[in-house]
């Protein structure tokens, strides 16, 4: 029996799952936490992951681990492989400036068509572009720049700076990577902080692997919406996740270019690519409402269902805290349809429900635009518990979705890629379906959700 491990070194936590290689069974876990804020020494994801692995039962049985991690963020290291600086998290937001000065001088659709993306504050070249512009000596002292995962992978692997390695979904969200050729692109490094010179990680394929001090293989690693894709063998599906935000992505052949920036078109740890829609708006604006209410979010969830599809008429724009997908930043929730007779708990209830998932589906009605099919949706994340939202997203989203058991799918995806690993070959070992099968909800045409909200969305448009 051949073990392998899968990390998670999220923004909150380290996440460590053992499985068995050849059928995917967990033997054992274990997790650490990490410190918060938006600025990190690194040093304190290795603590976590040492602590985490600890708690796991360490990998003296283990023969190969693969590390998920944080998208984006920027770890700058100097000649001799020490930090430069606090790593910068793909949360924290000071690059914004500088993220629209380096789209307004390539411009948008340039962008999109070298990278996939739109430069935003989470990528790694907004990060250079403040780093050049707030802290020039702490950018001349760097010689290598890598991301989250691969300064974890490459202190696993205990050797010299040349041996950095990452994988090609982590390395698209840097915004100076092309996933069409799976090869960086230097002149946007250069024109980013004038430092094309600096020492990037060598992009593993999908199913890689290279020697580690600790003994076991590692593997190529990955970003953790790709991550998270493999440990559900999500393959084309759709995928929406509902935690503080929403996203929304789908496997596909195609990498899209939007020049609008609403699709970030990543790739898979795979060799697919990974379109994919962030809303800033999911399950906190039910606690909002929830909060307004009186209530709990099980009672919340019970008042949803009491009331009919629709909610009367009720519509929430869910724009609590402004909005990405559409982009209006400054945006306010609004209530519409309220009357004497329609302004009932179960009534707003639903109308957070349904605008909420309306929110969400704006993301697929944007990859469905850009050629990408979407015939099912796996719902994931916190609010996914809850039955309101199992029960009506698939009549807003028009799709069949199913809902699986809640799990590591971060950490599960670095195991199977751990797998492949061994195996030399993506997708063998193929581990069977979860021994719990997914809850599956079918699509209603009782009542047309969406044209309401959209309805109720122009005419906010048009204040």
């Known amino acids: 029996m051949r073990l392998v491990a899968g990390v998670d070194s999220s923004t909150q936590s380290c996440k460590v799952v053992i499985r068995e290689a050849e059928t995917g069974r967990l033997v054992r876990s274990g997790r650490a936490a990490h410190p918060p804020g938006t600025e990190v020494h690194p ?60 789209v307004g001088e390539l411009g948008a659709a340039t962008w999109a068509d070298r990278t996939g993306s739109v430069p935003v504050a989470s990528f790694t070249v907004t990060k250079l572009r403040w780093l050049a512009e707030h802290e020039p000596a702490d950018l001349a002292r760097t010689a290598a720049v890598c991301l989250p995962h691969d300064w974890l992978t490459w202190r696993l692997r205990g050797s010299g700076l040349e041996q950095l390695t990452t994988d090609r979904s982590d390395a698209s969200g840097t915004g100076y990577f092309d996933s069409r050729t799976d090869e960086y692109c230097r002149d946007l490094l250069e024109l980013a902080c004038g430092r094309g010179d600096l020492l990037l990680p060598r992009v593993l394929r999908p199913s890689e692997s290279t020697p580690s001090s600790a003994g076991p293989l590692l593997a190529a690693g990955a970003g953790d919406n790709a991550a998270a894709r493999l440990g559900l063998a999500a393959g084309t599906d ?21 020049p609008t920036g609403i699709i970030a078109g990543f790739a898979a740890a795979s060799e697919l690519h990974l379109p994919l829609v962030c809303t800033l708006n999911a399950a906190r604006v039910l606690d909002t409402i929830a909060g307004m209410l009186g209530v709990g979010l099980a009672r919340l969830s019970e008042l949803a269902l009491s009331a009919a599809p629709g909610a009367d008429g009720v519509v929430l724009l869910p724009y609590l805290d402004g909005e990405r997908t559409p982009n209006l930043p400054t945006a306010t929730g609004a209530l519409h349809g309220l009357t004497t007779a329609t302004s009932t708990p179960a009534n707003i209830a639903r109308a957070a429900v349904e605008g909420m998932l309306c929110g969400i589906a704006a993301g697929l ?81 009782a009542v047309s959700v969406r044209e309401r909200y959209r309805a109720a969305q122009s005419r906010y448009l048009e204040r």
Do not use: K, M
Not at 74 to 96: F, I, K, M, P, Y
């Open 365 to 445: 009605d944007a990859l469905t635009a850009h050629g990408i099919s979407i015939t099912a949706v796996r719902l994931i994340g916190g609010a996914a518990a809850l039955p309101a939202v199992r029960e009506i997203a698939p009549t807003v989203f028009g799709v069949p979705v199913s809902v699986p058991e809640p799990g590591e799918y971060v950490a599960d995806g670095a195991a199977r890629q751990a797998a492949w690993a061994l195996s030399g070959d993506v997708g063998i070992p193929e581990w069977p379906e979860s021994p719990t099968p997914p809850q599956r909800y079918e699509a209603s045409a």
């Open 43 to 102: 040093q304190y994801w290795w603590t976590a992951l040492l602590e985490a692995l600890a708690a796991a039962g360490g990998l003296e049985d283990v023969a190969a681990i693969s590390v998920a991690g944080q998208q984006h963020g920027l770890v700058c290291l100097d000649e001799h492989g020490r930090v430069v600086r606090d790593a910068l998290l793909w949360n924290d937001t000071r690059s914004a400036g500088a993220a629209e000065d380096l």
């Open 238 to 258: 759709g995928l929406v996740s509902l935690g503080t935000s929403g996203v929304v992505s789908a496997g596909s052949v195609q990498r899209p270019a939007d």
